[in-house]
């Protein structure tokens, strides 16, 4: 089984590397859909092993969320925003 972290992201430089790096010991891959970011969100994304795309917005979430979860091809994926983290329980998310 493969857990895939899928994110959709636009100006999060504040707290996305808190995000990625609760998760990277728990997921196989993490996956960023960065929707125009002005600051360095898909820079340091990318540094923190993330896999980087870039979306242009329509002014249609679905979409986007769409977008991003073709980039997957994991059995599960685990999408949080970039101000959310896991605190703890990462080690069940196999278990489920």
């Given at each position: 089984?493969?857990?895939?972290?899928?994110?959709?992201v636009?100006?999060?430089?504040?707290?996305?590397?808190?995000?990625l790096?609760?998760?990277?010991?728990?997921?196989?891959?993490?996956?960023?859909?960065?929707?125009?970011s002005?600051?360095?969100?898909?820079?340091l994304?990318?540094?923190?092993?993330?896999?980087?795309?870039?979306?242009?917005?329509?002014?249609?979430?679905?979409?986007?969320?769409?977008?991003?979860?073709a980039?997957?091809?994991?059995?599960?994926?685990?999408v949080?925003?970039?101000?959310?983290?896991?605190?703890?329980?990462g080690?069940?998310?196999?278990?489920?």
């Amino acid at each position: 089984m493969t857990i895939a972290l899928v994110m959709i992201v636009r100006d999060e430089a504040r707290c996305i590397e808190r995000c990625l790096a609760s998760v990277r010991p728990w997921v196989d891959s993490m996956i960023v859909l960065d929707t125009g970011s002005r600051d360095a969100t898909p820079e340091l994304a990318a540094a923190a092993g993330a896999q980087v795309h870039r979306f242009r917005w329509c002014d249609d979430f679905s979409a986007a969320r769409n977008a991003a979860l073709a980039h997957s091809d994991a059995d599960w994926n685990l999408v949080l925003d970039a101000d959310e983290w896991l605190r703890d329980g990462g080690a069940n998310l196999r278990a489920q």
